[in-house]
């Protein structure tokens, strides 16, 4: 099958093949953690079979729901923070046109808003006020239907939908993705009758794109979701067993023998600028996954060329801690031929005729030899095109990887403890009902 492929020459070549090779059994044991469930963390491992659990009836409703906002609504805000909105922002900004939004919405093609995944007041009220003259539907994720950043967005919206359409009509667009049973937005959709779809318990946030959480926004922005699924499925498939092909035992194997050596500072690197919020939803899988007792490898993610004029100095002869991912997309989607011009006062002569991708790629092998004599160990991920099926292939390779790494970090790579300190914090100044005394603490040490 026509697949993502993985090249680790210009790493292995830091670390010597026999260290990487050296983790095999450690990798072996990780992978089976990760597919028996033997490990820490082991009530979230849904996400691993999830692509063949996936049954035609339940892509067929999240599908039918999704032509259902897209019928109605001229643009469809989804509510979430986290892995409840980075996966699917991801899918879609590498999937849809450059420009989509700057162009005009046509009927039965709604474009897909995103909020509550921050706190800003601009934010929220530039929205409200763009959508106070459209017909909008929502989305809204949230397990317990009471995480701040979600909750607000999702108050303010729903009032505003009810106010400009009428109660009984806002809540045929409005879906929610929450809990089976419990929480504060499970009992609202209950209540007021809103199509719902179950976040299982045993997959966690940054792990989700695969589900109704990541799957309908998709589906709203028009794009082609059991072809995304049908991709996990066949990488599924290609790492179910430890051996030399298994792309996602490989990878986490090189950059945990790369962490050992020093290498602390993980740079994914893409040269299409549709993988920017890709490298978003890659640092949020990677950085809560693994960055725990003070161990892990720091995420960080850079979009190419542009970056070269920025961080490429640092990059190419800062600290020696870092190596780079490089994702390479073998075939655009467009030609463009750069033209002669007989003035030639730019000097671009010499690559006149020549497709733009052609530069592109001489940019990125150029700078790949660059990086590596600079001391920069490299891994290449090859991805035939941006489209659903490879994509979904990648959105599983990076999943699987990061369970093993995690295991071989030592590390619970599906909690994240770390997260709750700043809500506590928040809560107290807030002076959130409950939080008396730790209201009482803060406000002593301001």
């Not at 609504?73 to 590498?94: F, M, N, P, Q, W």
């Not at 937005?185 to 695969?210: C, H, M, P, W």
Request: with cysteine; hydrophobic share 40%.
């Amino acid at each position: 099958m026509n697949s993502i492929k993985l090249n680790i020459d210009h790493a292995a070549s830091f670390t010597g093949r026999e260290k990487i090779a050296a983790l095999d059994n450690e990798a072996a044991s990780a992978l089976d953690k990760v597919l028996n469930g033997t490990g820490a963390g082991n009530d979230f491992l849904g996400w691993v079979t999830l692509p063949t659990d996936i049954d035609a009836a339940h892509l067929a409703d999240i599908q039918a729901t999704a032509d259902t906002l897209r019928s109605s609504c001229d643009y469809v805000v989804a509510i979430g923070i986290g892995g409840s909105y980075l996966g699917a922002k991801a899918v879609i900004e590498a999937l849809q046109d450059s420009f989509a939004a700057y162009k005009p919405v046509s009927k039965g093609s709604p474009k897909v808003l995103f909020a509550g995944q921050n706190i800003g007041e601009d934010y929220l009220a530039e929205l409200q006020a763009f959508l106070a003259d459209k017909s909008f539907g929502i989305i809204v994720i949230s397990k317990s239907g009471t995480t701040t950043e979600p909750a607000i967005a999702f108050r303010l919206l729903k009032d505003q939908l009810e106010k400009q359409i009428g109660k009984a009509e806002a809540s045929k667009r409005i879906v929610a993705i929450t809990d089976a049973h419990k929480g504060a937005l499970r009992q609202l959709a209950t209540e007021e009758g809103y199509k719902t779809f179950v976040i299982a318990d045993n997959v966690g946030g940054r792990f989700s794109v695969l589900t109704p959480v990541g799957l309908l926004p998709i589906a709203v922005a028009g794009h082609d979701i059991k072809a995304l699924v049908e991709g996990a499925r066949e990488m599924q498939a290609a790492t179910a067993t430890a051996g030399e092909d298994n792309l996602s035992l490989l990878y986490a194997e090189t950059r945990n023998a790369l962490y050992r050596a020093g290498k602390k500072i993980e740079i994914l690197v893409n040269y299409n600028p549709k993988l920017h919020f890709f490298g978003e939803w890659w640092k949020q899988l990677y950085g809560e996954s693994e960055g725990k007792d003070h161990k892990g490898i720091f995420p960080a993610a850079v979009d190419n060329s542009t970056d070269l004029h920025s961080m490429g100095q640092w990059i190419q002869d800062g600290e020696r801690t870092i190596f780079e991912t490089v994702i390479s997309v073998e075939k655009p989607h467009h030609s463009v031929i750069i033209p002669d011009d007989k003035a030639n006062l730019d000097g671009l002569n010499y690559i006149a005729g020549q497709h733009v991708d052609h530069v592109n790629k001489m940019a990125e092998l150029g700078t790949r030899i660059a990086h590596v004599d600079g001391g920069v160990p490299n891994m290449q991920i090859t991805v035939p095109a941006l489209e659903e099926r490879y994509l979904g292939q990648l959105i599983y390779f990076f999943e699987k990887a990061c369970g093993i790494s995690g295991y071989l970090l030592d590390v619970n790579p599906f909690n994240q403890p770390g997260v709750e300190a700043y809500k506590k914090n928040m809560f107290a100044l807030l002076a959130k009902p409950g939080y008396e005394k730790e209201t009482e603490a803060i406000k002593a040490r301001l």
